[in-house]
């Protein structure tokens, strides 16, 4: 017997199946990862009804085709700043979600917040770069071998003091100056970064659930952002452009270092000619 479940997830499915997305964005995959799955009806925020599908057991039901619409748009844009050369920080504090984030910003070679946000972050950068710069020199002590001169009980609270920076900072040590960008896993529970990325210029780019307001961010991705699965889809496909992306910068970067090299070469050459002319 075939619930009404089942029929209005077909019905879906069938009206998704039907729909062309470039970045091979595919509507069956999402609708198996969870991603039109919102929140309940009570909660919608009146801003996200364009974008939704219907209701199912008081439960909003996300089109997947505004989903891949937005998506995609989000993605042109990241696949621009990586061409650009331009960084990103992605943002995810959930707890189920914090190894996902991490791993995915460190594949892509991107600064993360996956701890809680640390106010002035944005706001007031230098004065939190100059606590990354000494996490860094600490960081580097350490591993040099400088703490040693130290009491055990001193290199014990120094130990502490170091594992509550790294908590803090070790996600944007590498960020020298704000980024272009930042990539909110939910927008809802991160949205002090939000409103500092807002403030200081940066362009943000969030997943956006039907409890959310779509105008915060300058590229909503309307999803679920509570289900592992669907954060997995998203980032998995973002991960695909930003890795070809990067490979595109790459190669003409490496293709002007052989041209350097051979234009270098042969004017080697033609110095040492010279000289065996001169003898």
Same mark, same amino acid.
Not at 141 to 152: I, T
Not at 197 to 204: E, T
């Given at each position: 017997?075939?619930?009404?479940?089942?029929?209005?997830?077909?019905?879906?499915?069938?009206?998704?199946?039907?729909?062309?997305?470039?970045?091979?964005?595919?509507?069956?995959?999402?609708?198996?990862?969870?991603?039109?799955?919102?929140?309940?009806?009570?909660?919608?925020?009146?801003?996200?009804?364009?974008?939704?599908?219907?209701?199912?057991?008081?439960?909003?039901?996300?089109?997947?085709?505004?989903?891949?619409?937005?998506?995609?748009?989000?993605?042109?844009?990241?696949?621009?700043?990586?061409?650009?050369?331009?960084?990103?920080?992605?943002?995810?504090?959930?707890?189920?979600?914090?190894?996902?984030?991490?791993?995915?910003?460190?594949?892509?070679?991107?600064?993360?917040?996956?701890?809680?946000?640390?106010?002035?972050?944005?706001?007031?950068? /230098?004065? *939190? @770069?100059?606590?990354? &710069?000494?996490? !860094?020199?600490?960081? $580097?002590?350490?591993?040099?071998?400088? +703490? %040693? #001169?130290?009491?055990?009980? /001193?290199? *014990? @609270?120094?130990?502490? &003091?170091?594992? !509550?920076?790294?908590? $803090?900072?070790?996600?944007?040590?590498? +960020? %020298? #100056?704000?980024?272009?960008?930042?990539?909110?896993?939910?927008?809802?529970?991160?949205?002090?970064?939000?409103?500092?990325?807002?403030?200081?210029?940066?362009?943000?780019?969030?997943?956006?659930?039907?409890?959310?307001?779509?105008?915060?961010?300058?590229?909503?991705?309307?999803?679920?952002?509570?289900?592992?699965?669907?954060?997995?889809?998203?980032?998995?496909?973002?991960?695909?452009?930003?890795?070809?992306?990067?490979?595109?910068?790459?190669?003409?970067?490496?293709?002007?270092?052989?041209?350097?090299?051979?234009?270098?070469?042969?004017?080697?050459?033609?110095?040492?000619?010279?000289?065996?002319?001169?003898?």
């Amino acid at each position: 017997m075939i619930t009404i479940k089942e029929t209005k997830e077909k019905e879906l499915a069938k009206k998704s199946s039907s729909i062309t997305c470039d970045f091979g964005i595919d509507l069956d995959e999402m609708l198996k990862a969870g991603v039109h799955f919102g929140h309940r009806a009570s909660q919608i925020h009146p801003k996200m009804k364009p974008y939704i599908y219907g209701t199912r057991s008081a439960v909003h039901i996300i089109s997947l085709e505004a989903t891949a619409e937005k998506f995609e748009e989000a993605l042109r844009f990241i696949e621009k700043l990586i061409a650009d050369e331009k960084n990103l920080i992605l943002v995810g504090t959930k707890i189920q979600i914090k190894n996902l984030a991490k791993g995915f910003a460190e594949e892509c070679g991107f600064s993360y917040v996956t701890e809680r946000w640390i106010g002035g972050t944005f706001t007031n950068f /230098e004065t *939190i @770069k100059k606590r990354v &710069e000494y996490f !860094k020199d600490l960081e $580097k002590k350490k591993a040099e071998g400088g +703490l %040693e #001169k130290y009491k055990k009980k /001193e290199k *014990i @609270k120094i130990d502490k &003091e170091l594992q !509550k920076l790294k908590t $803090k900072f070790g996600g944007i040590k590498d +960020l %020298e #100056k704000l980024p272009n960008a930042i990539f909110v896993l939910d927008v809802k529970k991160d949205i002090l970064a939000v409103k500092e990325a807002k403030i200081k210029g940066v362009k943000v780019i969030g997943i956006i659930d039907t409890n959310v307001d779509p105008g915060l961010v300058d590229y909503p991705i309307p999803a679920n952002d509570d289900a592992l699965s669907s954060i997995k889809y998203i980032l998995e496909k973002a991960k695909e452009i930003v890795l070809k992306a990067k490979q595109g910068v790459k190669k003409p970067a490496e293709d002007n270092k052989k041209e350097k090299q051979a234009v270098s070469e042969k004017n080697d050459s033609g110095t040492e000619q010279e000289i065996l002319k001169e003898k």
